[in-house]
Each structure stands twice: as C-alpha cells, then as structure tokens.
C-alpha cells in the first residue's frame, strides 16, 4: 500500500485491479486546509487517462507488477520472443514495445514488466548500439542551419545524426528518447 | 526566466524594503525560538522533530507573548518548517513574514497589508504592478476544468479566468487597483453553489475552495477572502455580531494565496478549548496529537492586548516579483 505522501509522478499504482503510472502530479493546501494530492494517471494496459485526487489519510494500492529479466531471441511475425535462462519464453506485441522493437539486438539483456500474466511494457539498456544502414553523405558548406540529417537503421527506424556519420558506422542510441547519443565505431572502408 | 543573480538581487531589495517599512511604523523587529517545546496547534499543519522537541511550523504562539508581555507592534521574518508540504507553492522549509499590531482588528491591518505591498513593489520593481503567468491547473476527478465547462461558465465571472486557465495567459497584477474583499459566504455560494457558513462540512469546503474557487478568482487585481466558517477559525476571535464566522482574511495575488490575518483570539478558555478539540480531531485522523503550550494558554491568562495579525509567505512573493511559476525557480537550494 502507498499513501497519499508516497504519490509522485512515474509512480506506479494500482486503481481498481489495473496498472496506472502518474503522468501529471501536483500537491496543494489551501491555507489552513488538508493537503490535496491531485493526480492524472495512465493506464500501462489500456493506454487510457484517469485524473484522481487524494488526502492525506488515503491508502493507494501498489500494483501486482513482475519484472523478469530475459534475452531476446527472435521475431516471429509481430511478436518478440524472449527467454529467461529456463527457456521459458514470452511473446511480447509490437504495440508493447513501441519504438523499442528496432532497438532490440540478438540475446539483449531486457527487463519485461508483467501484470497478471501479460507483458505491459520492456525495459531496455539505456543505450544500444546500431549500424546505420541508411544516409546520405553529409555536405560541407551547409552546417550553419543544417546540422543533423536523417539516417535509418535496419527495420528501417529514422533517427537524426550528425553530419559525419556516414553508412556502416555504428551509433549509440539511448532508449529513452530514441535518439542518437554517440558515434561507436567507424565503418570500414 | 530571469538568472539566480537576479531573483538574489531580488530578494535582498524584498527584505530591506520589509524592514525600512516596519521601522518607519515604529515596530520592533524581533526574533523567537525556530526550536520549540511544542509546535502551534493546527489540525493540518505537521512539525519536523529537532531534539527533544519540534522545528516551528509558525512565530504566531512566542509573537503573541511578546505582545502579551506589552511589545504592541512587533515583526519577524523567519524560517518556519511544515512536514510533508512539496509542491509548486510549498516546500517544507519557508520563509515566513509576521507582524502583529496591538490595538487593531483584522481589517485595519489589511489597510497596512496594501500599503506595505505596494511599498515593496515600489521599491523592488519601481511599479505597483507586476505580471503573472497563469498556468493550468491539475485539477482532481471530476471537477476538471474542460471545452465543456467553458462553455458553461457564466459570462461575467468565470469565463475569462477559465479561459486565462486553460490557454496559460499572463495577466498584470495591479496593486492599485481597487481590492476586492469577497466574503467567504457570498464567493462560495457564487462559484460552489453552497453556504459553507451555514452547514460547514470541511472535506467539501477544502475540495471547493481549491477546485471551484480559487481558479475564479479575478487575477489582474488583489483579491481578499474574508470571514471564514466557525470551523476553521484556527486562531482568530469570532465575528461580533456574526458568531458563525470568524474575523480571519486570506490574500490572494494573481490566484496566489499570499497571506492570511486575523483578528486574534486573546481569550484563553475559548483558546484552550479549541487547542482540545484540535488535539482530539488530529488523533482521530491518525496525527501526532502535540502537547498544549501551556507558557502561551498562561500568558493569555494574563491579557493580551487586542491585536491582529498576518502572516505572509516570503518565497512565494519573491516568485511573484520575479514573474516565476513555482518556487522551484525562485529558491536555488530546494529538498528533493
């Protein structure tokens, strides 16, 4: 159980058996009055939005979630199968990952968040790296206003780099923007 | 957003504008015990423990002795410390401002509010007016505000603040203007639709006050909400004449609470009974229920000259002057 002062946003509650994170949260008291812990808060599963509100006093329930950590092994149509080191396998939705699926790599370390049963989201490493597959050279002369350009990694995910990074280097990524971070190593020419 | 340099100049300006105000108007300035035996009574303030006793939620219980003790016009400005309050206007750790007048009631000290406000908005901007940027406001469940309520809302009130809401307007707060002093009766029955006066239910009138209030409060001028409940008098004398309401006013500027006054309580059986009811409702609710400062119930005893009052939120000024959105930007060292 939670209580009202534990309320903070990226807290993940339960409301009525289902799985919230509080986007939005704000604290107020009128003068002299209880405090009010006002939330707005979306549904892991459904995506929906709720917006609540507290008082000192309320109880909140922590939500039933599991994290397991497993590797990923492959696709198979729109799922991603992973494995923990019983080769117990789950199958994850593409709609669960989000842009996370083009980041995946073979035997990637990932932690699954599983609520009764069903996986409602993945966690990756912070940072992955990736071979550009895609981009065109970059031009000298036009650096004043264009300092990035569009290159595609393989599922052919757009990312904006830096203009020296050329076909077949490999870049870093973080995860949780979805943007280019560091260039990792040179292609070979 | 101006720099920290900025905000500090600021504040500096703020504080030697407070105190050359006070000095002009013969009070004292004055400095009481931060670590205290016991914190004042209030049924929704909570005190940090410091040794063996409290950190001060406010100066009002040591202020009073000193006017019961014949100090008549007295200020301090100091650190106060209320557990469990982060937020946007709320940090645990604040600066307050507290004057105290023997000889005066409620409204003559809102008199000298408005005349130390523009005092210091004078000295600090060189103007009486100074803009504020209106954000949203999160609201709770069901009251939120929407396209829908806008087109509810009754043209000549809530429209424009609703409006001013929903878009994030910035609006001049003019201290010159006239200010207005709404009743808590009649604003109530305006934006609420009930009389909290007559049937006081405190959830509801929190959840009111906050929700359907306060955001239809008028920005661009100083706004004064006065003579609250019986209930929630915390430590103000009831209304002569009016025995349902007590002689207490809060003050808003661009829908900041700012300040709140009263007429004080001076008499001592009344004060103790309240303090009893205080320890019992905050034991109900699963609060530390604090001991009664018996050095301040006896200095009552004694007398207390007639005074009012008023206690004033420092940080949440300087984030006005300075046209910040939340203390956040106005106090460079903050608890997490």
């Given at each position: 159980m939670f209580s009202a002062s534990d309320l903070r946003k990226g807290l993940r509650v339960e409301i009525d058996g289902a799985p919230y994170i509080i986007s939005e949260f704000s604290f107020v008291k009128p003068g002299k009055g209880a405090s009010i812990y006002n939330c707005k808060m979306k549904n892991l599963v459904t995506g929906g939005t709720l917006a609540k509100s507290y008082r000192s006093n309320d109880k909140i329930d922590e939500p039933r979630l599991e994290e397991r950590t497993m590797r990923y092994s492959y696709q198979e149509a729109d799922h991603y199968v992973f494995m923990d080191k019983n080769f117990e396998q789950i199958n994850v939705g593409a709609d669960v990952l989000g842009d996370n699926r083009f980041f995946l790599t073979e035997d990637m370390e990932v932690e699954i968040l599983i609520h009764n049963g069903r996986p409602i989201g993945v966690d990756l490493p912070t940072f992955v790296e990736k071979e550009i597959k895609e981009t065109e050279p970059g031009f000298r002369g036009n650096t004043a206003t264009n300092v990035t350009k569009s290159a595609k990694i393989e599922g052919g995910y757009e990312i904006q780099v830096p203009l020296f990074i050329n076909q077949g280097d490999v870049v870093k990524i973080d995860t949780r923007t979805g943007g280019y971070a560091d260039r990792v190593r040179v292609a070979k020419s | 957003m101006p720099g920290f340099k900025h905000i500090?100049?600021?504040?500096?300006?703020?504080?030697?504008?407070?105190?050359?105000?006070?000095?002009?108007?013969?009070?004292?300035?004055?400095?009481?015990?931060?670590?205290?035996?016991?914190?004042?009574?209030?049924?929704?303030?909570?005190?940090?423990?410091?040794?063996?006793?409290?950190?001060?939620?406010?100066?009002?219980?040591?202020?009073?002795?000193?006017?019961?003790?014949?100090?008549?016009?007295?200020?301090?400005?100091?650190?106060?410390?209320?557990?469990?309050?982060?937020?946007?206007?709320?940090?645990?750790?604040?600066?307050?401002?507290?004057?105290?007048?023997?000889?005066?009631?409620?409204?003559?000290?809102?008199?000298?509010?408005?005349?130390?406000?523009?005092?210091?908005?004078?000295?600090?901007?060189?103007?009486?007016?100074?803009?504020?940027?209106?954000?949203?406001?999160?609201?709770?469940?069901?009251?939120?505000?929407?396209?829908?309520?806008?087109?509810?809302?009754?043209?000549?009130?809530?429209?424009?603040?609703?409006?001013?809401?929903?878009?994030?307007?910035?609006?001049?707060?003019?201290?010159?203007?006239?200010?207005?002093?709404?009743?808590?009766?009649?604003?109530?029955?305006?934006?609420?639709?009930?009389?909290?006066?007559?049937?006081?239910?405190?959830?509801?009138?929190?959840?009111?006050?906050?929700?359907?209030?306060?955001?239809?409060?008028?920005?661009?001028?100083?706004?004064?909400?006065?003579?609250?409940?019986?209930?929630?008098?915390?430590?103000?004398?009831?209304?002569?004449?009016?025995?349902?309401?007590?002689?207490?006013?809060?003050?808003?500027?661009?829908?900041?609470?700012?300040?709140?006054?009263?007429?004080?309580?001076?008499?001592?059986?009344?004060?103790?009974?309240?303090?009893?009811?205080?320890?019992?409702?905050?034991?109900?609710?699963?609060?530390?229920?604090?001991?009664?400062d018996e050095d301040f119930l006896s200095a009552l005893e004694l007398g207390m000259p007639p005074s009012a009052g008023v206690a004033l939120g420092l940080d949440r000024l300087v984030m006005l002057l300075a046209g910040a959105r939340s203390l956040d930007d106005v106090l460079p060292f903050r608890q997490p």
């Open positions: - | 500090l100049e600021l504040r500096t300006s703020l504080f030697s504008a407070i105190r050359k105000f006070f000095r002009e108007r013969n009070y004292l300035e004055v400095e009481t015990p931060v670590m205290v035996h016991t914190p004042a009574l209030e049924l929704h303030i909570d005190a940090f423990r410091a040794g063996a006793g409290f950190l001060r939620t406010s100066p009002e219980l040591h202020m009073k002795r000193l006017l019961a003790a014949g100090c008549e016009r007295i200020f301090q400005i100091g650190k106060c410390f209320r557990a469990g309050e982060r937020g946007k206007l709320h940090n645990p750790e604040f600066t307050m401002l507290e004057w105290y007048r023997a000889n005066a009631d409620y409204m003559d000290i809102l008199v000298e509010t408005r005349e130390l406000l523009k005092y210091i908005a004078k000295a600090c901007l060189g103007k009486l007016s100074f803009e504020r940027t209106i954000i949203p406001r999160l609201h709770g469940g069901r009251r939120a505000p929407s396209r829908r309520n806008l087109g509810n809302a009754r043209p000549q009130n809530g429209q424009a603040s609703l409006r001013a809401t929903l878009q994030g307007n910035n609006t001049i707060v003019a201290l010159e203007k006239e200010w207005k002093i709404f009743s808590v009766e009649e604003i109530f029955k305006k934006h609420a639709g009930w009389n909290p006066v007559e049937n006081f239910d405190e959830k509801r009138f929190d959840d009111d006050l906050v929700n359907r209030v306060e955001p239809n409060l008028p920005k661009d001028f100083p706004v004064v909400l006065k003579d609250y409940p019986a209930e929630n008098a915390a430590l103000a004398r009831l209304k002569e004449g009016d025995r349902r309401v007590a002689e207490r006013w809060e003050l808003y500027l661009g829908g900041v609470e700012i300040a709140n006054a009263f007429s004080e309580l001076t008499d001592a059986v009344e004060q103790r009974k309240r303090f009893e009811e205080c320890v019992r409702d905050r034991t109900l609710r699963g609060a530390e229920a604090y001991e009664l």
